[in-house]
């Protein structure tokens, strides 16, 4: 079963634009992580926000977790060509095992 | 350094035929994943491997899917047999070890295709 859901499931923004992308999940957990996948290709991990965090940057991405509301965010800013790619949010509750929402697809129109 | 290493990268099967994939994780990563990705969807965990001992196979469809990882390094996956419902991105990872927060490395993964 899959723990996270993410929404929108699809988004299509400009170059330079802000791209936002929000998870929910189900129960309780470690740390929340946030993957992108090229099409054909395998995950690169993005970045990891921990449970009793509540904002975390890496460049720009800025991840932000809501463990009340059971939620997450990923904004990417000032968007790229090269941001297209599909992104997933994986919730680790237990020993390194993550369960993987279906994602956001993203395309950024030069 | 080199990252995980999966073959082969695409395989095309008859339904009840069986087949095989094979991991190289990176070196010195204790934790091995197989994850198995339907189309338009997120990865699912099949089994976890610390070393060459399974951590957990909760998901994994034991009547007609195996996994080993004997010397604790390269490890492989079988369908025996195939259906068409397996066809899917067949994706290998690996970890430092399986303390929470490892970041997971991803192989390219291997499609397979059952016909």
């Known amino acids: 079963s899959q723990q996270g859901e993410e929404d929108p499931q699809a988004l299509s923004i400009q170059e330079g634009e802000n791209a936002t992308m929000n998870c929910s999940y189900k129960?309780?957990?470690?740390?929340l992580q946030w993957y992108r996948q090229n099409s054909g290709r395998g995950l690169v991990h993005l970045i990891l926000?921990?449970?009793?965090?509540r904002e975390k940057h890496s460049g720009r991405l800025r991840v932000t977790l809501d463990t009340s509301k059971k939620s997450s965010s990923l904004l990417i800013t000032a968007s790229r060509a090269a941001d297209t790619a599909s992104y997933f949010c994986?919730?680790?509750?237990?020993?390194?095992?993550?369960?993987f929402g279906g994602g956001t697809r993203l395309m950024v129109k030069p | 350094e080199a990252g995980v290493a999966q073959s082969p990268r695409y395989k095309i099967i008859e339904k009840r035929q069986s087949v095989a994939f094979w991991c190289n994780p990176i070196?010195?990563?204790?934790?091995l994943y197989w994850y198995q990705q339907i189309l338009g969807q997120g990865p699912k965990l099949l089994i976890q491997?610390?070393?060459?001992?399974?951590?957990?196979d909760s998901q994994l469809p034991k009547d007609r899917f195996s996994a080993e990882r004997l010397k604790g390094v390269d490890s492989t996956l079988k369908i025996q047999p195939a259906k068409l419902e397996d066809s899917a991105v067949y994706l290998c990872?690996?970890?430092?070890?399986?303390?929470?927060?490892?970041?997971?490395?991803f192989g390219p993964g291997t499609r397979l295709t059952v016909t």
């Open positions: 990872a690996s970890s430092f070890d399986l303390a929470g927060g490892r970041e997971q490395y």
């Open positions: 129960t309780s957990i470690n740390n």
């Open positions: 926000i921990r449970s009793n965090e």
């Open positions: 994986a919730t680790d509750n237990a020993g390194n095992m993550l369960t």
């Open positions: 070196s010195g990563h204790a934790t």
């Open positions: 491997f610390q070393n060459n001992g399974v951590v957990d």
